[in-house]
Structure formats: structure tokens, C-alpha cells
T-cell receptor, first 114, second 111 residues
Framework: DSGVTQTPKHLITATGQRVTLRCSPR?????VYWYQQSLDQGLQFLIQ???????AKGNILERFSAQQFPDLHSELNLSSLELGDSALYFC?????????????FGPGTRLTVT | LAKTTQPISMDSYEGQEVNITCSHN???????ITWYQQFPSQGPRFIIQ???TKVTNEVASLFIPADRKSSTLSLPRVSLSDTAVYYC????????????FGSGTQLTVLP
């Protein structure tokens, strides 16, 4: 158990819909990262937040957005869903933002868009 | 943006040492190299991290040559439970650096 929690574990929704994935980092970790893992794209970094502020952006679509709240939990919002958005979404946390901090990954949310 | 290249798959037998190499030709001066292990439908798990030369912990060693354009993860005496995908990650050294995972190497340990 990494100490990172993600909800829900599974999510099935239809194209065009909007969903919210939730992540609670390990106690004491200030950075939260979001990743998308699909069969054909591998593990893709989406975005990083540190103590409520966006710090790094990866291959995140404009239809996707994220935020980190004062209690440090984070939410990833996916809108206008397409079939290709079906994937495993992982959240990870680390203690800091500068430097190569070890990331602790959550169990993931499996999103299926039908 | 540091792009990484790894072998797609490797096979080994129990008890053998396994070396997985990652190529990262355009690694930045401040980038570190980190390796993760992932089992099916689970989040990646940290194995080891380094900047240069050699790093060793209780589960693996990481060898990084002077030019830092590649790195090699060494797993001593693998067991069946080491069958997993291994990812090489370069970056994480600054607040705005993208974190690039390699394509991953599927290691299969055979009895």
C-alpha cells in the first residue's frame, strides 16, 4: 500500500460525458501528479501540482483539467469524453517539487468510455 | 524533453542477473534517472534513482556512465515475482520539467 488513494476504482460512462477522478496523496506529500496509461500510448504524464499550484504540464488535452485543493487532495476532470479516453488514470504523490523525489503511485482509476 | 528508449521485452531465468538498459541521449544537466516497476493493473513502484556513476540499494543497482546518455538497471538473482514491466524515467529535477516515462521493458522470468 503506497498510501495514495484514488476513487473511484472503476468508472464506466458514455461519450460526451464528464467525469471527475479523485486522489488523496500520502500524508505529508505536497506534490500530486496525474498519469494516463492506455494500451497504445503507455504511461503518459499529464500534469503536476504542488501545494495547490500547477507546476508542470505534460500531454494533457484541453478537455482535461485538474486542481489541487487546500487539503492537498486533487481532482482530475475529464470532459467531452471520447472512446480514446478509455484508460487507467494514475495519481502519484511526492514530498516536494524540486529535485528527483520518489513518486508513490495510487492503485488507479479504470475509465471505460462506451 | 528527454526521450527514453528501452528494449520492449526481455526473458531471463530464475537466479540470473538481469540488466536492462535505457537510452536517454538528450538528458538535461539537472535530470535524474529513476526506475519503476509495474505489475498488471497496479501503479508503478519506485525501484532506484541516480544521477551519475553507480547507485545500489537492497533490490537493484543502477549504473550511469559519465556521459549520462544511458543507464542500466541491474537486478541480481531474479525470481518469478520479478516478472513485470520496468520503466526508465528521466526528469523531475525542476518545477517545470516534464516527466517522461520510457516505453517500458516487459521482463519475463522463467522457471
Amino acid at each position: 500500500d503506497s498510501g495514495v488513494t484514488q476513487t473511484p476504482k472503476h468508472l464506466i460512462t458514455a461519450t460526451g460525458q464528464r467525469v471527475t477522478l479523485r486522489c488523496s496523496p500520502r500524508s505529508g506529500d505536497l506534490s500530486v501528479y496525474w498519469y494516463q496509461q492506455s494500451l497504445d500510448q503507455g504511461l503518459q504524464f499529464l500534469i503536476q501540482y504542488y501545494n495547490g499550484e500547477e507546476r508542470a504540464k505534460g500531454n494533457i488535452l484541453e478537455r482535461f483539467s485538474a486542481q489541487q485543493f487546500p487539503d492537498l487532495h486533487s481532482e482530475l476532470n475529464l470532459s467531452s469524453l471520447e472512446l480514446g479516453d478509455s484508460a487507467l488514470y494514475f495519481c502519484a504523490s511526492s514530498v516536494g517539487v524540486q529535485g528527483p523525489y520518489e513518486q508513490y503511485f495510487g492503485p488507479g482509476t479504470r475509465l471505460t468510455v462506451t | 524533453l528527454a526521450k527514453t528508449t528501452q528494449p520492449i521485452s526481455m526473458d531471463s531465468y530464475e537466479g540470473q542477473e538481469v540488466n536492462i538498459t535505457c537510452s536517454h541521449n538528450n538528458i538535461a544537466t539537472n535530470d535524474y534517472i529513476t526506475w519503476y516497476q509495474q505489475f498488471p493493473s497496479q501503479g508503478p513502484r519506485f525501484i532506484i534513482q541516480g544521477y551519475k556513476t553507480k547507485v545500489t540499494n537492497e533490490v537493484a543497482s543502477l549504473f550511469i556512465p559519465a556521459d549520462r546518455k544511458s543507464s542500466t538497471l541491474s537486478l541480481p538473482r531474479v525470481s518469478l515475482s520479478d516478472t513485470a514491466v520496468y520503466y526508465c524515467l528521466v526528469g523531475g529535477s525542476g518545477s517545470a520539467r516534464q516527466l517522461t516515462f520510457g516505453s517500458g521493458t516487459q521482463l519475463t522470468v522463467l522457471p
